[in-house]
């Protein structure tokens, strides 16, 4: 694939489409769910999903992760939960991450990426019996669904999520893992905030 090819991609994508699509898209967007995941070029939101364009605002960074000094994620979070009021929010890890599989190691000798998954490594850390407790292989996709829901809880502490439940809004939050293997996506966790 080059640009040349990406680009002729484009324009016969535009041809299949109904010309008012875009009309209609250009108006405006109104998402009913917010998606954060990993960057990872196998796990595109709308393509695994079916979804079109302006079903899904999207924010990807390196093993899915939601942290307080991420201001590129928490300005889409307010964005998307205060402005477009987005009533559901994915964060979808998936197996054979390899954002989740390099923080078994102390260095990989990439300095950005390494300072990103440290927390990734703490959790490590503090599943490690559990991790222990299982088959070598499996730890990887295992700690797959640990670092999703150490993310939902972390999005939970956030101000725009603490803020809309005390407020009584009901969006759901939910965990999910992709699985490259199968193409399935699978549900790990769901939270209300007690507004349901
Ligand atoms: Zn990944």
Redesign the pocket.
């Known amino acids: 694939m080059d640009l040349e090819k990406l680009l002729d991609n484009n324009f016969s994508w535009v041809e299949n489409k109904d010309p008012e699509f875009f009309i209609s898209i250009s108006k405006g967007q109104s998402p009913s769910f917010l998606w954060i995941g ?1 960057g ?1 070029s196998r796990g595109c939101p709308n393509t695994i999903t079916g979804c079109d364009l302006g079903e899904i605002f999207v924010n990807r960074n390196v ?1 899915n992760q939601v942290r307080s000094d991420d201001l590129n994620l928490m300005a889409s979070l307010q964005f998307t939960v205060e402005v477009l009021k987005v009533k559901n929010i994915i964060v979808c890890g ?1 197996y054979a ?4 599989n390099a923080s078994f190691n102390a260095d990989n000798g990439l300095s950005s990426v390494d300072n990103w998954i440290q927390p990734i490594r703490d959790l490590i850390k503090q599943n490690k019996v559990e991790l222990e407790s299982i088959d070598e292989e499996v730890r990887p996709n295992r700690m797959v669904e640990i670092n999703v829901l150490a993310q939902v809880q972390n999005l939970m502490q956030t101000e725009t999520i603490k803020k809309a439940w005390a407020n009584g809004n009901s969006l759901i939050i939910y965990g999910l893992v992709f699985d490259f293997a199968t193409g399935l996506l699978k549900k790990i966790c769901e939270e209300t905030g007690g507004n349901e």
Not at 97 to 100: A, E, N, R, S
């Open positions: 990993c990872d093993a998936h991450c390899g954002g989740v």
